[in-house]
């Protein structure tokens, strides 16, 4: 079996169901509205690069920025469950199948990062005392990069899944060091540092007991890759439901358990449940903290109030993808509840969470007050809070219409 | 003045396609407190049958009344008065196995208090009380094949559909399933149960349904389905391999 094919066809065939979604994201207003941002923000950062205010923490904002991008590791293998029986006897022969997926992982997502280091340099290169040469540091971040998802590939082969949490936080912990050495150290000593480092980390990861190929795992990985692509079109475009990776998060077991015991609840039930194990709960929090980040640094501005009603849209998108689980269920239609009432119950999750989020949102922009002047801010972050419970109203009340009618085209 | 059957088929004919329909002119009844068989090969049209009955498949012809009701007259009592135990568990990965069980009786309304002893019994029954708290996906086959079973069980409707409910079930599963359904029956609920396992049902169902090619080729108590294939002593296994493959 030509297994390097294989995988092409493969790729091809995913991206050939994927394709012809893009148009209508590009078609989407959402789409211009990331591109109003985009501009509006290329206008902000060059205004800012250009009058950089004293003792800004340079070398802080590139460690907090880069590591992000420089630990996270994700492979598309496109493997199928059938896979554990079918491609089982080419267990040997998988790493000719994998390598593609290990290289690709590596490019893409090196690409993001230098695009990233590169918008950061005008900032770094101006503000910082001893600035690293551009060459080397970009270097650096590859040998980081590939690192870091050899790492992550040897993470899914491990036999222990105890293991492998450790080796997670081993590599985030080694990511970090080899980047905070990098900012502060002198570079011959921090050169010397994350070669030893890196040797090190490698050599340990020959130790946890791994399998030729992690199936289960890898698999279970795909499927959430393909998941988080299918949500991420669900924000534009009606796409078939996927399976969506779910996380136990054990401390938030308790939500969803104090609504009142009646029929009408069920489906707020199971969507409340649905939402704090789902991917969705995780996007909400990763952007709520960066867009209070940048609302706090843009407190008390026009533009910050566009940021912040721009954050409060994307969260009640994000939030809204909610719809598409269990979307299709069986229990949904055989069980007795009044139809609609999973609609009814996702808008209103939508409102509730999008409501909470956008007053979160608020206190960073409302720090203006507390700054010199703040009788005079006091109309726009007023009307700034006033103007993202409009926006949260406004876009329920557009969900509720646009769920309507795709429910009554479907019956 | 007469009992009204818990579920009435009158001549149906359905299928996925008009110009092929699966199930020829279906008729059969289930009477309150009664379990029935539907037996038969692969593809004779049980689970096409089912479907019809929860209201997955609409009928080209005829009817299907639950508790006297059609689907289109009443659909919010017609499946409350349904429970479903499918062939493969269909499981919410992001429910705990308590919280399955507590969003099916929050959906059929059951009070609070009688899902509380109804899930402890259950609970016990199937012996998943040190798997309360785990989430569906970090189960077994037939441990997820139990709580649908159980999520069944919680609603107690007047009428079970249960389609190869022995499937993945471990034999203390099996004995728990089949003691409990006839605990069922006996409080007045009637079973519909597919299943390939003849001798077992044998034992336990009252009557009988042989579905051959969407036709139903015999129906009635195992000593009338001998009496019709003309076998007074033979099993129900033996009656079937006659009745489906013409006496060979």
Request: proline letters at 5%; one cysteine or more; hydrophobic letters at 50%.
């Amino acid at each position: 079996m030509d297994l390097i094919n294989l995988r092409k066809r493969r790729r091809a065939a995913f991206w050939g169901d994927v394709v012809p979604y893009l148009g209508y994201v590009i078609q989407s207003g959402v789409a211009v509205v990331f591109l109003f941002l985009l501009i509006a923000f290329s206008a902000w950062y060059t205004s800012f690069v250009r009058h950089i205010p004293d003792h800004l923490p340079t070398n802080l904002i590139m460690l907090i920025v880069l590591t992000p991008l420089s630990i996270y590791g994700s492979f598309r293998t496109y493997l199928q469950a059938a896979d554990v029986i079918f491609l089982l006897p080419q267990e040997s022969r998988m790493t000719s199948y994998f390598a593609g997926s290990f290289r690709s992982g590596v490019i893409y997502k090196f690409a993001g990062l230098s695009i990233l280091f590169l918008t950061l340099w005008p900032l770094y290169v101006r503000s910082c005392d001893d600035p690293r040469p551009f060459l080397l540091f970009w270097l650096l971040l590859l040998a980081v990069k590939i690192v870091s998802n050899y790492g992550a590939w040897q993470e899914l082969k491990m036999v222990f899944r105890r293991d492998a949490r450790l080796f997670r936080l081993l590599r985030w912990g080694v990511i970090i060091l080899i980047l905070a050495t990098w900012l502060w150290q002198p570079i011959s000593r921090a050169l010397i540092f994350a070669s030893l480092l890196m040797i090190t980390y490698m050599l340990s990861l020959r130790i946890p007991d791994k399998y030729v190929v992690g199936w289960d795992t890898l698999i279970a990985a795909e499927k959430a890759q393909v998941g988080r692509v299918m949500l991420m079109l669900s924000w534009f475009v009606d796409v078939p439901a996927q399976a969506q990776r779910v996380y136990p998060r054990r401390l938030l077991g308790f939500a969803g358990n104090r609504l009142p015991w009646k029929q009408s609840s069920a489906f707020p039930y199971l969507m409340t449940k649905t939402l704090v194990r789902s991917d969705i709960l995780g996007i909400l929090i990763r952007l709520t903290i960066l867009g209070a980040l940048i609302i706090w640094w843009m407190q008390g501005t026009w533009l910050g109030t566009a940021v912040y009603l721009f954050f409060v849209f994307v969260l009640g998108i994000q939030v809204s993808a909610l719809r598409r689980y269990h979307a299709e269920s069986l229990w949904v239609s055989l069980y007795p509840l009044p139809p609609g009432s999973q609609r009814q119950a996702v808008l209103n999750i939508v409102f509730k969470i999008q409501l909470v989020l956008s007053c979160l949102l608020w206190l960073p922009f409302a720090a203006a007050l507390m700054g010199e002047n703040p009788m005079s801010q006091v109309p726009l972050v007023i009307g700034t809070g006033i103007a993202g419970i409009l926006v949260t109203a406004l876009y329920n009340r557009s969900l509720a219409r646009k769920w309507l009618k795709e429910d009554e085209e479907q019956y | 003045m007469s009992q009204i059957p818990v579920l009435e088929v009158n001549r149906l004919s359905g299928g996925y396609s008009t110009k092929r329909p699966v199930l020829h002119d279906i008729n059969f009844h289930v009477e309150p407190g009664e379990m029935v068989g539907l037996i038969g090969l692969n593809g004779a049209g049980k689970s096409t049958t089912m479907k019809h009955i929860l209201g997955l498949m609409s009928p080209q012809q005829g009817e299907i009344r639950v508790q006297g009701q059609s689907r289109n007259e009443a659909s919010q009592s017609y499946h409350s008065s349904i429970a479903f135990v499918p062939e493969s568990p269909l499981l919410y990965e992001e429910l705990t196995v308590r919280e399955h069980l507590e969003f099916t009786a929050r959906s059929y309304g059951v009070d609070r208090e009688q899902f509380e002893k109804r899930s402890e019994r259950l609970l016990k029954l199937f012996h998943m009380t040190d798997k309360v708290n785990s989430l569906s996906m970090h189960l077994s086959k037939g441990m997820r094949q139990k709580v649908m079973i159980m999520c069944a069980f919680i609603a107690k409707p007047p009428l079970y559909i249960i389609d190869e409910p022995f499937l993945g079930l471990d034999p203390l599963g099996i004995r728990s399933l089949l003691d409990f359904m006839m605990e069922m029956k006996s409080e007045g609920s009637s079973i519909l149960l597919s299943s390939h396992i003849l001798s077992t049902i044998e034992n336990y169902c009252d009557r009988f349904i042989v579905l051959h090619q969407g036709v139903i080729i015999a129906q009635g108590t195992l000593a009338e389905i001998q009496a019709q294939v003309g076998r007074p002593d033979a099993t129900l296994e033996q009656l079937f391999y006659i009745l489906v493959q013409g006496g060979e």
